[in-house]
Every structure is written in C-alpha cells, then in structure tokens.
C-alpha cells in the first residue's frame, strides 16, 4: 500500500513537472512574438526553459512589453479630447518656432514628441527637495480655478500629509482638483488617504493597465510623470515624487540630489495635454480646462516631449541615441540608472570616438540592487571608448538631465534604463535657450565636482562573485 501511494504521488509530481514545463514554452512563444527586444527576448526564454517555476510567475508580472493598441489610441476614442488636442496644436502652431535643416536633434524630438518647439516660455530650474516643495505648495495654493496633479509616488509619512492637506484646502476653496497616482507605485498609499481627498471634493483616480484578467499581475506600463498644472498657465516636472526621503529625510541615502522644472507660456499647454490624456485612460472623462496661453517676455524656446509604450517606436530610447548621434562638443546625462541597450550604448561609444565629451553622472549609493550592478557590467563597454562615469558621493542623485553641446538642455522623469525606454509613460522638457542651457551647465559641473569619477579597476579588479552578479543582472536588465 505503501509503494502503491509514493507510486502515485511520485506520478503526480512528474505530471505537474512535465506541465511547467509545456506551459514555459507555450511562454517561449509568447515572449518570441511580443518582447521588444532580442536581448528581452533571451532573457525570458532561457528562464522559462530552465526555470519555468519561477520564470512563469515573472513572466506574468513583467513580461508584457507592447503596449495595446486599444491603449494607444486613447486621444482617438473620444471626439472631445481629440478635438482639444486639435485646437491645441493649431494654438502652438502660431508659436512654433521652425527648426533650422541641420538641427537633426530637434527635427527627430519633435517628430517622436509629436509637440512643437515654441518661443515665448518662461523656464525655471528647481534644485533638490526644500526649494522645489516650496514652490509645488506655492502653486497649488495659488490655484483658482483647477489643479492637474500626477505623481508616480505618493507616500503616507509627513511630506504626503502636508500634500493631501493642501489639495484638501484648494478643494474646499472652490478649486477642481485631478489628483492621479500610478496604481503601482503608490500601492501603499492608504484607502483612508483618499477617501480624506475624495470626501473634501478632489476627484482622485490610479493609473493602471489592469483592467482584465489575463492583467491583473501585471506590473509594466507605469505612469512614471510627476505633474503639477495650476489654472492652464503654470506647470512643475521632474524627478521628485511626494515622500520625506525626497526632502533627504532617509536614514540610508542621506542627502536628495534631484532636479525640476518650472514652465511658463505656451508649453504650459502641451504639459496639461499630457496630463489630460493619462486622465482620460484612467476616468474616461475629460475635464474643461483653460487652453489660452499668454507669451511670457522672457521669451525662451521649449518643447514637451511626453514618451511611452503607447508610442508606436521606442521614442526616449530614439532621443537618447539621437542625442548622442548628434553631439558634437559634449552630451552629459544625470540618471539613478545607467542601463542603455545595445542602441544607445553604440551611440554613447560613438560619440566619445568623435570626441565628444560623453559623461552619464550616476549615484554611488544604489536604491535597486539589480540596476546598480548592472551598471558594472557597462564599464567595459564604455571606459575604454571614453564614455566616462561619475559616481555622486553626496547623497543619492536621482535627477534627470541631459546635456546636448552649448545648444540645448532637457529635464524632466525619464532614465537611462529598458523601462524609461519602453515600459514607463515619461515627460520630458528641452529647450535651446541659451540661458537656461547655462544654467544646467553650471549645475551639473557642480554635481561632477561632488562625485567620483570610475576606472575600469572598480569593476575587472572586484572578486569573481561580484563580477559574476553584475553579469547576471546585466542578463536581466531588459525585465527589470
């Protein structure tokens, strides 16, 4: 009786054995016809071959990468948003500014932004936690009309609490308050945290693809933008999302180096236009909102370039190798992450072969472990080309921010990573004033002052295992 039943159990262990593994490759399939791309694709099959008991399980959470078209077409499913962002257009349109034959950069931006380049803007940079929340409540308390609000985080600590209490304030003073938050990202934010919101009149809505079943664990597709538009004529965005840390109130990163942008003028409209279309995926409803816009007398070129997975290319992916083609002096890019496909990273090797000035400014301390260590792995493929690395030592650097020669600068919620690439929705701003793009030039040359700049014995002259994990994590960089 005894063999008989370890005859049978063994039987039921080798059938649902032998079933992970028909099911990992009817996986293989999937991640054959739908990954991006060829090193996602790899990294996915080798998994679901080898070790399908927990590659399945990922797979589901991570490894849809092309966003639905139903999704994409969200500006056409409602006539009123598509007529909005018609007139919209038509209004930039008197503003644009027109792009020399020889500006590749911009021509190629403007394409995958679908957004123009106007004049008579107003741009203001905000460097780190005290000075840009001071200004955020400022003009959320100035507010008259309405408040676009969108943050990837939102934490519950005391930074959030001062938050909730000033969309609450303008909320009882009369004020339409859009509050958005990516589902995933603020997935501690408590139900007591909104419903304080909802029942004082902000209208509160999560950004999130899981609306059907086959969804429901999934992970990717998030709404990485942090924006603020008060009453149509001022707009913040940028690096920081609402929690303590991001005031360097975070007993293991210390100091917050982090970077956002006030805009004035025109842009102003395509921020709300961004704004405004993440709405409606997640209320199907449109706001009325004010789209007059008033030049500004400092008169500074700018352009919102908003990028995603509902795009049909891989448009920051686009940028960033395009930035690189088209640099000629210099391109210095701040991001958390320095994980680049093979795309960008040729681009970045070819730039310092031309004799471009190619440095990408990165955090010493990590946040995520996997993306830190796969960093390592990319100094053999950038140190000897002459790509140079900085290590920020004063604190954690969480900004993003590039650099193209003395001719334009860009801020804004994109990394130097597969999911700003092609997973996350991202918004970025450039401008080719020259004296903003001193500014950022003034800036970053105080955050490389303050960080370290690597050798390629940080990564060959560590121990095996260490070079081992960050290989390893390399591999698995397109699903991070």
Not at 52 to 74: E, K
Not at 387 to 410: N, S, T, W
Request: proline share 4%; net charge neutral; glycine share 8%.
């Amino acid at each position: 009786m005894f063999t008989r039943g370890f005859e049978v159990e063994t039987w039921h262990g080798a059938l649902a054995v032998t079933a992970f593994y028909i099911v990992g490759i009817l996986h293989v399939l999937h991640a054959l016809m739908h990954v991006r791309t060829s090193q996602g694709t790899i990294a996915w099959v080798i998994s679901l071959v080898t070790v399908p008991f927990i590659a399945i399980p990922l797979y589901w959470l991570l490894g849809r990468t092309r966003f639905s078209t139903n999704v994409g077409g969200r500006r056409q499913k409602d006539v009123r948003l598509a007529e909005l962002a018609a007139s919209m257009h038509e209004r930039l349109r008197e503003l644009e500014v027109e792009i020399p034959e020889d500006d590749a950069f911009e021509r190629a931006a403007r394409l995958l932004g679908g957004l123009p380049f106007t004049r008579g803007n107003k741009l203001r940079l905000l460097i780190d936690g005290e000075r840009t929340f001071e200004r955020i409540f400022e003009v959320i308390a100035a507010s008259r009309r309405y408040l676009c609000v969108n943050f990837f985080i939102v934490k519950n600590d005391t930074l959030g609490a001062r938050f909730q209490q000033a969309l609450i304030e303008r909320a009882r003073a009369g004020v339409r308050v859009y509050f958005l938050f990516d589902e995933i990202g603020s997935h501690k934010l408590p139900r007591g945290f909104l419903r304080e919101l909802r029942e004082a009149g902000v209208e509160c809505h999560s950004f999130g693809i899981n609306r059907y079943w086959w969804s429901r664990l999934q992970l990717n597709f998030r709404n990485h933008r942090k924006i603020v538009v008060s009453d149509g004529g001022v707009a913040l965005i940028g690096g920081f999302n609402v929690g303590d840390e991001y005031l360097g109130h975070h007993r293991k990163f210390g100091a917050w180096r982090d970077t956002h942008l006030e805009l004035r003028g025109p842009v102003v409209q395509a921020v709300q236009m961004v704004f405004l279309e993440d709405w409606f995926w997640a209320s199907n409803e449109v706001p009325d909102l004010h789209w007059g816009t008033q030049p500004e007398a400092a008169d500074q070129i700018a352009a919102v370039i908003p990028t995603g997975p509902a795009d049909p290319a891989d448009s920051w992916q686009l940028i960033v190798a395009e930035a690189a083609n088209s640099a000629r002096e210099r391109l210095w890019i701040a991001s958390p992450y320095f994980v680049p496909d093979e795309g960008v990273l040729t681009a970045l090797q070819a730039a310092a072969i031309r004799g471009v000035d190619v440095r990408i400014l990165i955090p010493e301390r990590p946040d995520h472990l996997m993306v830190w260590l796969s960093a390592f792995s990319y100094y053999e493929n950038s140190l000897p080309f002459g790509v140079r690395i900085f290590r920020y030592h004063r604190g954690f650097l969480h900004q993003k921010v590039m650099l193209i020669d003395r001719r334009l600068a860009a801020v804004g919620t994109a990394n130097l990573d597969n999911r700003s690439f092609r997973l996350n929705f991202e918004i970025t701003a450039f401008s080719t004033d020259r004296s903003f793009v001193h500014e950022v030039t003034e800036m970053l040359g105080v955050d490389f002052d303050q960080a370290r700049e690597a050798n390629i014995g940080d990564f060959t002259g560590r121990s095996f295992l260490f070079r081992a994990a960050c290989r390893a994590a390399r591999l698995f960089a397109p699903i991070q």
